[in-house]
């Protein structure tokens, strides 16, 4: 079965600094990756994915994360940390249900502060 | 609506009492997708309905928990006889249609606390 490992448990920046959140996975199978963000007392928001096309992969708010297969990682970065990112970040990966369904897979999640 | 709605927003019951909680999907999705969120455990994966049928009730941490769907679109959470370990957030999630890389839009969750 898959599974996710994010390293650290909260992360804290200055704002306009890099924000890196990392995150490894294991899969038996090519995997689909997944990033969402929670905002407090929000649901969870997709902020990008990598399903095989492009090993880099752009999402919203400036956020990118690179696929590494040699490495099983798949981190998120941003070059410059604004307020506004402040929140909880989850990396996912795709695991199978029956009939091909989609079950996400987790990482303990990371929560990222901003410092003014 | 624009979004995945759930009901109630916050829930405190007594332990031993039932709980329902209420999920409506983005119109359209045939996929609906019930986790847990508690402290220190991330988000589990508790049931997942393709239309009204329910495939996969693996992720259901015991037999007080049961779930449905009807119409291809409401689906209600029912925890019986509540213990205190069952307070979490419980979130539910919708998509088009089952997919390995389907996006998943998650509602704001349940935050239920069990005295």
């Known amino acids: 079965a898959q599974s996710v490992t994010q390293l650290g448990s909260h992360v804290s920046v200055s704002e306009g600094a890099l924000v890196l959140l990392r995150c490894n996975y294991s899969?038996?199978?090519?995997?689909?990756l997944f990033w969402y963000v929670q905002y407090p007392n929000q649901g969870l928001q997709l902020l990008l994915k990598?399903?095989?096309?492009?090993?880099l992969v752009k999402g919203i708010n400036g956020f990118e994360a690179e696929f590494k297969k040699s490495e099983t990682s798949f981190h998120l970065t941003k070059p410059s940390a604004h307020m506004s990112d402040a929140a909880e970040y989850f990396c996912?990966?795709?695991?199978?249900?029956?009939?091909?369904?989609?079950?996400?897979?987790f990482g303990q999640g990371t929560r990222l502060t901003i410092n003014p | 609506g624009a979004g995945v709605s759930q009901s109630p927003s916050n829930k405190v019951t007594e332990k031993g009492k039932d709980v329902e909680l209420r999920c409506d999907p983005i119109s359209g999705h045939t996929a609906l997708y019930w986790y847990r969120q508690s402290l220190g455990q991330g988000l589990e994966f508790l049931i997942y309905?393709?239309?009204?049928?329910?495939?996969?009730k693996s992720g259901l941490p015991s037999d007080r928990f049961s779930a449905e769907r009807t119409g291809g679109s409401v689906s209600t959470l029912t925890i019986q006889r509540t213990q205190q370990e069952d307070s979490a957030v419980y979130l539910c999630?919708?998509?088009f249609g089952p997919g390995l890389d389907e996006k998943l839009f998650f509602g704001s969750g349940t935050q239920l606390s069990v005295l």
């Open positions: 996912a990966v795709s695991d199978y249900l029956f009939k091909g369904a989609q079950k996400l897979v």
């Open positions: 999630a919708s998509s």
């Open positions: 309905f393709q239309g009204n049928s329910a495939p996969d």
């Open positions: 990598y399903t095989s096309a492009a090993t």
């Open positions: 899969s038996s199978v090519p995997p689909y």
